[in-house]
């Protein structure tokens, strides 16, 4: 099955508009006000792969920037969090000061644009883990479904009564090349993107995985908000986009194993009857430090693991599992 990038009517089919792909705005009351643009990737086979983030707390006057690639048995990572935002160019989220670089510059709003990341990383996992090396990542990206959206955020600690909150997540196919120590090497593969703005109330629990494979994309989150309870929610593509409105999970974590941190079961059910059950297996992972968003600052167990997932009766895919736990005191 060969997706082609959605019609107009296709990306507008769940809410989202095309001004939605740019800033929006927030209210000044709100310490912790959110917006952010999140992408991931893998090629066919899982050797390469990573996910990247820019973000912004308008409030905080910081922005915020993660890359993580995975290659060839390697792991390296970008992380500043505590960017000043007076640096961001932010119509395009470009930033261009002291050996960093990063943009997002949209081709059409919803349906194309072109990531680049460059700067240097330290390697996380590998032969020369603790290194800082050179990293470039170019990468045209290009939906394969319609911005999938639950409409205005309801949810305790990320609802506006004044301004608009909401988010959508999107299931796109990436091309490029990926540059680490100056060995550049083509990339061509799936993954999901997201953008969200609200406000974030950030000590909460929660998993997500994101799929994407020739016959089948899927997003399946559900979340715990202390004295509010659970919410599941997400999207399930195969010839058409489809609501999830319930999602279970049932896993196993071995904290004591970055790289292989989580194993198990999803369950998800769409609006229109449809079910969705899967082995999920990790390919590998890494920690990611998110200490700077909890009021007041802790560490969580917070993985995003690279997953091999079997869906009932279907071949194998692959996809994001990202989770957050608070474990221990």
């Known amino acids: 099955m060969t997706r082609t990038e959605p019609t107009s009517d296709e990306l507008t089919r769940f809410g989202i508009q095309p001004a939605d792909e740019g800033l929006h705005p927030f209210d000044p009351a709100v310490e912790w006000w959110n917006e952010s643009w999140f992408w991931d990737w893998y090629d066919a086979d899982g050797t390469n792969a990573g996910h990247c983030r820019i973000g912004i707390h308008p409030t905080q006057q910081r922005a915020w920037i993660w890359l993580y690639v995975w290659r060839a048995g390697e792991w390296l990572a970008i992380e500043e ?120 109330f950030w000590n909460l629990e929660w998993t997500f995985l994101a799929l994407n494979g020739e016959r089948l994309c899927a997003q399946c989150v559900e979340a715990r908000i202390p004295d509010v309870g659970r919410f599941a929610v997400g999207y399930l593509q195969r010839d058409a986009m489809a609501t999830i409105t319930e999602v279970r999970y049932d896993l196993a974590y071995r904290d004591d194993d970055v790289a292989r941190t989580v194993a198990g079961r999803v369950e998800a059910t769409t609006e229109d009857g449809g079910r969705f059950a899967a082995r999920i297996e990790p390919v590998t992972g890494t920690e990611i430090d998110i200490t700077h968003c909890f009021a007041p600052p802790r560490r ?18 692959l996809g994001w599992l990202e989770s957050n736990r608070f474990v221990g005191g």
């Open 300 to 317: 969580s167990v917070y993985r995003r693991t690279l997953v091999r997932v079997t869906p009932e009766g279907e071949a194998p895919l």
């Open 81 to 200: 969090t505590r960017l000043p935002l007076a640096d961001l160019d932010q119509p395009r989220l470009g930033y261009d000061r002291w050996g960093l670089r990063f943009g997002w510059d949209v081709a059409r709003p919803l349906a194309r644009g072109h990531l680049h990341v460059e700067g240097y990383g330290r390697v996380l996992a590998g032969p020369r883990t603790g290194m800082v090396l050179p990293v470039t990542v170019d990468l045209d990206v290009t939906a394969i479904g319609p911005p999938h959206s639950m409409g205005k955020a309801v949810a305790e600690g990320h609802a506006s009564e004044r301004y608009p909150a909401s988010r959508f997540e999107q299931p796109i196919t990436v091309a490029g090349t990926v540059a680490i120590a100056g060995d550049q090497r083509p990339l061509a593969g799936r993954g999901e993107r997201d953008h969200s703005w609200g406000p974030r």
